[in-house]
């Protein structure tokens, strides 16, 4: 019962869209003015502005991480269930049902989820961002979607080989994807490049 109020709270709580409730305030629609129609940060900054953006950042990684921590305190972290418990939210943000299902990419409420359980072992908060990092920085994939799906596949192989924890390595494939899936769903269909360290050959 303790694991079902969790999922449930985890999923109202990621189902929250801050960046079409900072937006509305604006009088502006964010999900049917941005390209690929998410109200993630992304969209809030480049629609909305940096104080937007960053307001929407921390109450999206909040979202994902206050249902995930009081949950690691109160309930059997190894238990199946747990798992269950740690991608609700972003379970939540991905198919809101405050937007009849659409939602947004989740990457940050995924990244709030992580740091929930970082008590436990910070090592999938680490890889994740390891990952990202990684195509951002190193070998610089664009466009953003496509990093993050080739991010999403390399976390969940580095899960497999180095979480122990049965509950939280299940979790870190679900939570694999989902991102994999909002970013197929919202690729905008933009050129593939790739460079080392960004940067290219001149023409």
Known sequence: MNYFLF???GLLSGSIMFGRIFSAKLGVDIVSESDDHNPGTANVYKILGFKYAASCLVCDILKGFIPVFFASKLLDTENLFFSAVIVSPIVGSAFSIFLKFHGAKSIAVAYGTL???SDIT???FC?????VLFFAAVVVVEPNSLKIILSSIIFAAACGINIETVSIKFACFIISGIL???HIRGYNKKPF???LFGIRKAA
């Open 180 to 182: 994999i899936f909002t």
């Open 193 to 195: 490049k790739i460079s």
């Open 7 to 9: 999922i449930l709270f």
């Open 127 to 131: 890889l994740m961002v390891l990952c």
């Open 122 to 124: 910070i090592l999938p």
């Open 115 to 117: 740091i929930g359980i």
